[in-house]
């Protein structure tokens, strides 16, 4: 045979072995996989430091999650009006009887009474994959005496250039801790992952940054039950006869009496005929 | 498969030495075909695992909670409150799980809980006896924060279970004539969005609280093709994620120590006995937090089956340490 085949063959032959370990690894990954709980992500994350909080002997009962920040708004029609007591009994009787009656001076208002319906998420399914076009930079030190807008430009700046392995960044994000850069090209976000690390210079020191795919996530379930407000009424079909404040002031009269099925007002709200209002509640501790 | 060797290949000639080369050129072909075939299966195997690699879940139920009115807003200029709206952050709870014989302890500064995990082994004195402590970063889980939006439309609903009877437009039609009649509990339609292969739309209403009018049953009368039919109707919903972010906890204050089952005086002495030792600087400490830095777990284990209450640590996620 001669020497150029030899070397050909030779080098096919290294290939085959090349590729022969290659596909063992995979399939040895494949079977760990099976095993790996679906718990556990396989692509790097970044770091976020916590603190402790502190001992607790409970089993493994934990919640798995803390839910906080809950806001949860209705919109007010126009003509209506938002009272909430301080006592859940006074709602529940003022439910019994839908149409009620506001005296004002000589004449009567006839106005209705509906509880609010407030939308809770009461489960959520999620499920989150690496994004091609997205990348989480991350690995900011503390200290870092740049406000959100100019540590996003500089990043921009930096990861926008094709020298710098980088190129036309779409979108930008600061998430807790890290900031999230969309890139038009995915081969561009894949490549900066690739690469992994990169020193960016951020004002007057160079900070060396990492690069990891970027996770995003996806509601594929949402269960949703409505729950009654419960020391809230929404008074309603109150005619364009009074200005707001007088308004306000009858119907607080009214209602703060309980011969009239009212109790002790909390807070009382008028929406106006011909326009709107957003009643936000958020939950008692966050 | 390299193009330097498939160059050399194509380069070989024949006419040097013809049997022979034919010979060794079918060897080639055949060893370049079965790297082809092996490239194939590891090209499908690392899809495979890539696309087992996207989906991991996230299953929570939401706690309940109970609600205050906080205020009413009023819409700035031209905008519309059209949505009922729902939304939360969601943060994973990190926990890490006390083994019996560790004990963890807090310091004040990072640099000296970072130096107390890179020496490594402490020997310290409790009562007469050395103990051979280790001291590691602790071992915590990735986590996930995230803030959840949904909306619930007071303008638009969902239709479904629309039969297909009619042309399209003829059945878009019949639909803005079902839906905007008051006597039914509609309103005036702004629009139809007609899907016929799911049978079902989206009716988008002018005046919002028709929506919630026809939402207190569950069926709409649809009259098409001289025949009444019931429709199922239900809240148009729009749920998104913003701000999702999976992370890895790092704690850098807290350092576990480990190697602890074995010693002779009770929980209380060897927490103090640590932190006496642990705050001295020539041992590689440094000030502890204050408050309880040192916990020690030293319980006996039962020897029963019945779960064991093992002492849990919540973490919250806070990110104090970045500052912009």
Redesign the interface.
Known sequence: ??V??Q???Y???E??SR??T??QE??Q??RE?IDAP??????P????????????????Q????????????????GGSA?I?FDDPKVVERLLQQKEHKVDIEDCRLRVQIQPL??????????????DSHRV?VSG?P???R???EE?LDKLEIFFGKAKNGGGDVETR??????VMLGFANEEVAQHLCQIGQFRVPLGRQQVLLRVSPY??????E?E?KF?Q????VLVTNIPDVLDVQELHDILEIHFQKPTRGGGEV??L?V?PVG???????????S | MDNNVRQAYEECSPEKDIMRGEQSKGLLHEIMRENSKLDEEIKKLEAELQSNAREFQIKENVPERKLKFTSVERPEDGDHFSNSSCSFQVNSQILYEVQRGQALITFEKEEVAQNVISMGTHVVQMEGTSVKVSAHPVPLSTGVRFQVHVDISKMKINVTGIPDELSEEQTRDKLELSFYKSKNGGGEVESVDYDRKSRSAVITFVVAGVADKILKKKTYPLYMNQKWYNVTVSPFIERRLEKYQVFSAVSKKTVLLTGLDGIRVDEETGEDLLNIHFQRKNNGGGEVEVGPACHLILTQLLVERTAIPRPCIFWAITTTALVF
């Open positions: 045979m001669s150029t085949l070397a050909v063959l080098s096919l032959q290939e085959q590729l022969k290659r596909l995979l399939q990954l494949k996989r679906r718990d556990k992500i396989p692509f994350v970044p770091e976020v430091p916590v603190v402790f909080q502190g001992l607790t002997k409970q089993s493994g934990a919640p798995k999650s803390l839910v906080s920040n809950l806001k949860i708004c209705c919109p007010l029609p938002l909430t319906e407030l939308p809770m998420v009461t489960n959520i399914q999620v499920s989150s994959q690496p989480l900011f503390t200290g870092l740049l406000s959100e540590l994000e600061m998430l807790q801790g890290t996770v995003s996530g996806e509601i594929q949402a949703i729950q407000a419960p020391h809230s909390e807070a709200a929406v326009q709107q209002g957003l009643a936000v509640f958020t939950s008692e501790s």
